[in-house]
């Protein structure tokens, strides 16, 4: 059942204010977004999703029971074989959830899932395109050894002008002519109004949890720096690859850490760095299974202002080695949960810095 409870709200953030107007909502506003002010002269706010598991603290369960209602609004008769693409760095988790719940509803082998990635790694590249506001623009997809797609499910967190989603479109439709039907998946549509499907390369529906309008009026123009511009080109490189996403995979990607656990031994908060969310979400998923109470969350690049949805910020070097600096927000240490950081990069990638913040233990699925 859709709703639209409390449809219109303004926000005032430092950097402006959004005017929102919900439309049609599965999920309420206030369940699935709260909102905060960028520090991005391109773009001056954030939407901070409540069931993502990266800005704020989300249980699994929850992330679990938003995609399965995601899913359910994908179209079941999408021409195979099916491609879902997750944009890094928010939606690789998402991304990926979608396509195991996918392949789950429609019985269906032919769904495979691929993320584009700000890494380079040992592979041949199949293309690379733009997101023109965000904090880290340059996006790669390398080419999977899959069959061509005949349908594209791409999934970001949000959509507000369609611009990113119209470049990825265009992209992947010159690399795989054949694509016949693209279906975008988000939780928050905000782009109601807009005519960016029309520019898109292939007939295109959206599914989402809510869809609303969204407008933005500027504040303080924030002056153009130097070194914005060209953190948000950053690429870092990863040496060794273990693909769970990068070049392409049929079935979900998750393998355990390692090494041994450490006992849990209390409340849980389980922190993926970047890129790297959808196994440390998995462990999250199996310990909550186990009667843990469980949190995720995970490092971003976003540079957002402390206020609104931001209550607590910590800024260090990024384990991917892009020299672009890392944050993570509203990890509260008053709360008594136990921390566990989980990486890709090697143990002595990880700054000390942050790991001395959160007393955290370090969790790896590289040495």
């Known amino acids: 059942m859709l709703t639209t409870p409390n449809p219109h709200r303004s926000v005032a953030l430092p950097t402006g204010r959004l005017d929102i107007a919900v439309e049609e909502a599965a999920w309420p506003l206030d369940d699935l977004c709260a909102f905060a002010a960028r520090e991005n002269p391109k773009r001056g706010f954030l939407i901070v999703s409540r069931v993502l598991g990266r800005h704020l603290p989300a249980s699994p369960q929850v992330m679990r029971a938003s995609v399965r209602d ?86 970001d967190d949000e959509v507000s002008t369609g611009t990113t989603l119209t470049n990825l479109a265009q992209a992947l439709v010159t690399a795989w002519p054949g694509v016949e039907r693209i279906v975008v998946a988000t939780l928050t549509d905000w782009s109601v109004g807009r005519d960016w499907q029309a520019r898109m390369p292939r007939p295109t529906a959206i599914a989402a949890l809510l869809h609303g309008r969204l407008e933005w009026t500027q504040g303080d123009i924030a002056p153009a720096d ?58 999250a998923e199996t310990l909550a299974e186990a009667g843990h109470d469980v949190v995720v969350q995970a490092t971003s690049r976003s540079p957002a202002r402390i206020g609104w949805a931001m209550a607590s910020k910590l800024c260090f070097t990024d384990n991917y080695g892009t020299g672009v600096p890392n944050y993570l927000y509203n990890a509260d240490t008053a709360d008594g949960r136990t921390n566990w950081i989980a990486h890709e990069t090697g143990a002595a990638t990880i700054d000390p810095a942050l790991v001395a913040a959160l007393n955290a233990t370090l969790i790896g699925w590289a040495a």
């Open 70 to 155: 995601l899913v359910a609004r994908i179209p079941a008769d999408l021409p195979g074989p099916v491609m879902v693409v997750g944009l890094a760095e928010t939606a690789v988790c998402l991304g990926q959830t979608v396509h195991g719940e996918l392949r789950a509803a429609l019985g269906r082998d032919d769904i495979h899932f691929i993320h584009s990635t700000r890494q380079r790694i040992d592979h041949p590249l199949l293309c690379r395109f733009e997101e023109p506001h965000s904090h880290a623009s340059a996006h790669l997809i390398y080419r999977p050894d899959l069959p061509a797609p005949h349908s594209l499910v791409i999934v």
């Open 226 to 283: 130097a070194a914005f511009d060209m953190a948000a080109a950053s690429l870092g490189t990863l040496a060794t690859h273990r693909n769970m996403g990068r070049t392409g995979i049929t079935s979900a990607a998750a393998p355990p850490p390692i090494g041994p656990l450490p006992p849990v031994t209390g409340p849980l908060r389980i922190i993926g760095t970047g890129e790297f969310t959808y196994p440390p979400f998995r462990l």
